[in-house]
């Protein structure tokens, strides 16, 4: 048994011996254990809750320990965001920018384009000159957010800057990863457009210079070998790397020679006519950094969307591109300068980062967005970084030999010339004034942040040390000792008060008061017994109350309490002598009356009762166990165990008539002997009473008199009726408007509502209220028009209404009220060529207006729902219905429930109503009618029975086709460019339309051939991404926008 519950065991012990009445007031301080022994700290390891003097465990160890000044703020120390000495900056990832700052990166390290966007002369686009010794200069065009960027990654005092106005300037979309490879291109051909305006020559060409190279395209014709040569230059060699482990074989196939033959042939002008021939690369110059795309990033024409290539490559440190120039003189080895790397197995998705060399110490670092760390040692492998997530497909890794590494991730190599490398370790580019002016400024905000964080973290800890020394001084004073004034206090208050993480609030005792405004006895759990004194210093500083002292003690909830304990241990031994009690026969004439009920389960309302006495001593919101309390209004009456009070019939209730007096139904209720009440009315002193001799309840008995009458009429009626309308009762010889009777020229029209509540009262007269009136102002509009169409009678709408033969009519006005008559006439009229047509009329006739604007919203209902359920049944070869194996992934559809009620659809035949479908022939209507959607009072279930391989999807009217076949991809694990969707045999193509555009209404069924089932789920993310449309760098700064 758990301490707590011993404790109070042992707090209650005493009611065995001890009668209500004699309670004394050692017995209620027992009770609210106020002598208990206070528990020591080091002996007590946990808070004991049930002993109010245990002041142990409740958050003291904080104050009594050792001073942690950490522990008074939660600001983090400003000079962990100073940049340290001989280290590089980082740039911040504003959501999915990575891609943007690796290149920033690796163009920083580049120290002669670096220096040459230092130097670039900028002039806005109104054509004056900026004075860049201004000193509200700000950085607007891209080339000065450049320029900014570089000195502060240069000069800045901070661990990372915050690249967002360069990104601004750019108009990216930092919530969405781009190709970085395309962003290279794009922002490099945008730099040397904006410095071509440079006057000076080693701004303007700084990119060519750096960058660009020149190759020659030469077709030699097989026939007159005639050669023709086009002049390119590169940025960049896009290099393939499928099929090939090393560099070098990449750069191999990119010069290799490419035959033209067939339908491929060149056109020779020398022939004049098309000739088989030979095209090949030439390399004719190398730039200063040679950048090799690694092309990883490929179209799958399988499965009709982009995938990465994550074969291992290697590639040498020093590359000696000699053997692939046209001229052998020259320099051309060179040095790997950067290594720039996509973690993640997934073309659409994953995280760049950059390894770059230190152009001045030669040293390596990984620029992972704000955090850069040094390689070196075993952390030198180059390109060699873990994906974000496992692969099926992962291969081991190669080994590599001295002075090569091989990757898997890397996507771009960046080499530098031998000599060019030698040059710019030497090479010392400074920050110009006008830029380092902003730096500084830069600078000067940071200290100020940090000296401002500094002397917050300051003021939390002089803070914390004066409220350390007053709670380490107050809790000493805390104990109370047995004979000196005292007070409760609840514990979680004291928990707060010594938990530094939560302002300490006023002391609420309120929910741990009785109803006699006195402490409960059974939350003293919750509350801790403490000095007057340190209670007067709580008070006075935190406010509260009201308070609990000694006088708190209430002596009638211990007084109520000790007589429901004592009656709970003697129940087990009254239940087995009233059980023998009832085996004995009672004498006529004595006795009382005992619901049966509450005979068979009395000793459990008993023990109800007791405690819900016990309960309603405490405040209804009030919890244990020193949680949280919320406290309710006192209006709210909607708890759980109020309305469980509500819904219990009380001990003998059930033999209580309306008027509060003895029920006239005897089966109920049984005669119990003197004794037997004497010890069920010691539990139950408010039962009713009732002596064997009583009478029944008088009104009760007239009551039940005037329902036989009643009852009896009921039931002559329904006699009356169903022999007067035996055939509508029974369904039979309807008239139909599909096959018009010939004899008659006149039908009448009812609610068909109205002929099913008529039978439910023919069927059951006794049960059901009669039917007075047939209540025919349903069908028709508020201008008192007919809301059908002879057409829609006939067929959709037949089963809203019933049909009445002309004298089954005359009947029914006289049996029932008759608010309207709608009838439907057919007459003949003459036509031009003296002919005679059929021509059917209604009265009242069709309200035009109404119809139209009920025929609209039907409409739109269609058109306009959500959260509602379509179903997508799988096939093969149209036939066979396959049941998918998948994996079901997390849906974003769930099943519907099986019991839906809704109006039949059109088609389904009316069992209550009898259609003949043949001879139908087209009549000439005089006027138009229209359906309104009535409730037919029928239930009749119409849910869609699923079949095998079928799945259920919640969807909304507004979501896009686009949208629901990424749905169909979790359900089915079917790529939506694989899936052909129809609905009754049109195929649905327009990715862009809604559901309701495309007439797909709740419950219907859509037909889903796949043309090839994905297997590959890791590459589920790709086809998600493949739905959304590729607009790349479609209005941003890089495409001049």
Request: one cysteine or more.
């Amino acid at each position: 048994m758990a301490p707590r519950l011993q404790l109070e065991k042992a707090a209650w012990r005493w009611v065995e011996s001890v009668k209500p009445e004699e309670v004394r007031q050692e017995h209620v301080e027992t009770a609210y254990r106020v002598r208990l022994e206070p528990c020591k700290r080091g002996v007590c390891r946990r808070n004991c809750k049930g002993n109010p003097n245990c002041l142990v465990g409740i958050g003291e160890h904080i104050w009594l320990g050792e001073i942690d000044e950490n522990s008074f703020h939660n600001i983090d120390d400003p000079n962990f965001e100073r940049r340290k000495k001989n280290t590089f900056v980082g740039l911040t990832n504003l959501g999915a920018t990575c891609y943007v700052n690796t290149f920033l990166q690796v163009w920083f390290h580049n120290p002669e384009l670096r220096q040459a966007i230092y130097m670039c002369q900028s002039e806005r686009s109104d054509g004056e000159s900026i004075l860049l010794n201004d000193a509200d200069y700000e950085p607007q065009t891209i080339c000065e957010h450049l320029q900014y960027l570089f000195a502060l990654l240069q000069n800045s005092n901070r661990r990372y800057i915050d690249p967002s106005a360069f990104v601004r300037a750019l108009g990216l979309d930092t919530g969405q990863q781009q190709d970085a490879q395309e962003f290279s291109k794009l922002f490099l051909s945008l730099l040397e457009d904006i410095l071509s305006r440079q006057m000076n020559p080693d701004v303007r060409n700084v990119v060519q210079q750096q960058f660009c190279g020149q190759c020659a395209y030469i077709t030699v014709c097989n026939h007159c070998s005639r050669e023709s040569q086009l002049i390119s230059r590169f940025y960049e060699l896009e290099l393939n790397i499928q099929g090939h482990k090393q560099l070098q074989d990449c750069i191999t196939e990119f010069l290799k020679d490419e035959k033209l033959e067939g339908d491929n042939r060149y056109f020779c002008e020398n022939c004049q006519n098309k000739q088989n021939a030979t095209r090949k690369i030439r390399l004719l110059s190398l730039p200063r950094t040679l950048n090799l795309q690694l092309l990883r990033f490929v179209f799958d024409r399988q499965s009709g969307h982009k995938k990465k290539l994550n074969s291992y490559i290697g590639f040498p440190e020093v590359l000696d591109m000699r053997p692939y120039m046209e001229a052998k003189d020259g320099n051309y080895v060179y040095e790997l300068n950067a290594v720039l790397i996509h973690r993640g197995v997934s073309a659409y998705s994953g995280h760049y980062i950059a390894h770059v060399k230190d152009t001045v110490t030669g040293e390596w670092y990984k620029f992972n967005d704000e955090e850069i760390e040094k390689m070196e040692g075993k952390k030198l492998h180059l390109g060699n970084e873990e994906d974000l997530e496992s692969s099926k497909t992962q291969t081991r890794k190669p080994k590599c030999g001295k002075g090569s590494h091989c990757s898997r991730n890397a996507y771009m190599l960046v080499y530098k010339k031998q000599c060019e490398e030698e040059k710019q370790s030497t090479m010392a580019v400074q920050v110009p004034a006008f830029l380092q002016k902003l730096v500084e400024r830069d600078n000067l905000k940071f200290e100020e942040w940090c000296v401002e964080m500094a002397e917050m973290r300051k003021q939390s800890v002089d803070k914390g040390k004066a409220k350390h020394e007053e709670v380490k001084e107050l809790y000493q004073m805390l104990p109370a000792a047995l004979d000196k004034p005292y007070e409760f206090l609840p514990l979680v208050w004291l928990q707060k008060w010594l938990d530094e993480s939560t302002p300490t609030k006023p002391i609420d005792n309120c929910k741990y008061l009785c109803q006699h405004n006195k402490l409960q006895p059974d939350r003293i759990s919750d509350m801790k017994r403490i000095s007057k004194a340190s209670a007067d210093i709580l008070y006075s500083r935190y406010s509260g109350g009201p308070r609990l002292d000694a006088s708190a003690l209430c002596w009638d909830c211990v007084v109520e309490r000790c007589r429901v304990l004592r009656l709970k241990s003697q129940l087990n031994e009254d239940f087995k002598i009233v059980s023998n009690l009832l085996k004995t026969s009672v004498t006529s004439n004595e006795g009382f009356w005992v619901g049966k009920g509450s005979l068979r389960s009395w000793r459990q309302l008993a023990l109800d009762q007791m405690d819900e006495q016990e309960e309603d001593s405490e405040p209804s919101n009030g919890q244990s166990n020193g949680e949280e309390h919320v406290v309710l209004p006192k209006e709210d009456g909607g708890s759980s165990r109020e309305k469980n009070i509500e819904d219990r019939v009380d001990f003998n209730q059930d033999i209580l008539c309306p008027h509060g007096d003895l029920s006239i139904i005897e089966g109920d209720r049984k005669v119990v002997s003197d004794e037997v009440w004497v010890k069920l009315k010691l539990y139950f002193p408010k039962a009713p009473e009732f002596r064997f001799s009583q009478d029944s309840c008088s009104k009760c008995k007239d009551l039940e008199r005037e329902g036989e009458e009643n009852e009896a009429l009921n039931k002559m009626m329904a006699n009356e009726q169903k022999q007067a309308l035996g055939n509508l009762f029974q369904d039979r010889n309807r008239p139909t408007l599909g096959n018009w009777p010939k004899e008659m020229d006149v039908l009448y029209v009812v609610s068909n509502f109205f002929v099913e509540e008529w039978k439910k009262f023919i069927k059951r007269p006794a049960k059901c209220t009669p039917v007075s009136s047939v209540g025919n102002n349903a069908l028709l509009c508020p201008h008192g028009g007919l809301m059908f169409t002879y057409s829609s009678m006939a067929m959709e709408d037949s089963k809203l209404i019933a049909l009445i033969w002309p004298e089954e009519w005359d009947l029914i006005q006289k049996l029932f009220v008759v608010d309207h008559a709608i009838k439907i006439c057919r007459k003949r009229e003459s036509m031009d060529d003296g002919s005679l047509d059929t021509v059917y009329v209604t009265d009242p006739e069709l309200c035009l207006e109404c119809r139209e604007g009920l025929l609209c919203q039907q409409q739109r209902d269609l058109r306009e729902y959500t959260q509602a359920t379509i179903y997508v049944c799988k096939v093969i070869d149209n036939k066979k219905v396959m049941k998918e194996g998948a994996p079901e992934l997390n849906l974003s559809s769930s099943d519907p429930e099986d019991e839906r009620e809704d109006v039949k659809t059109d088609g389904e035949k009316d069992p209550d109503f009898h259609q003949t479908n043949g001879g139908i022939k087209r009549q000439k209507l005089s006027s138009q009618s229209y359906v309104i959607c009535q409730q037919t009072g029928i239930r009749r279930s119409t849910r869609h029975r699923k079949v095998r391989g079928e799945k259920a999807l919640i969807v909304s009217a507004n979501q896009t086709l686009k949208e629901l076949k990424i749905q169909i991809m979790h359900a089915f694990s079917v790529a939506p460019f694989d899936q052909n969707l129809s609905l009754d045999g049109k195929l649905l193509t327009d990715d862009s339309a809604t559901l309701g555009m495309l007439g797909i209404t709740p419950e219907a069924v859509l037909v889903l051939k796949a043309d090839e089932p994905v297997v590959d789920y890791a590459a589920m993310d790709d086809a998600l991404q493949v739905c959304m449309p590729e607009e790349g760098f479609k209005g941003t700064g890089l495409l001049g926008h």
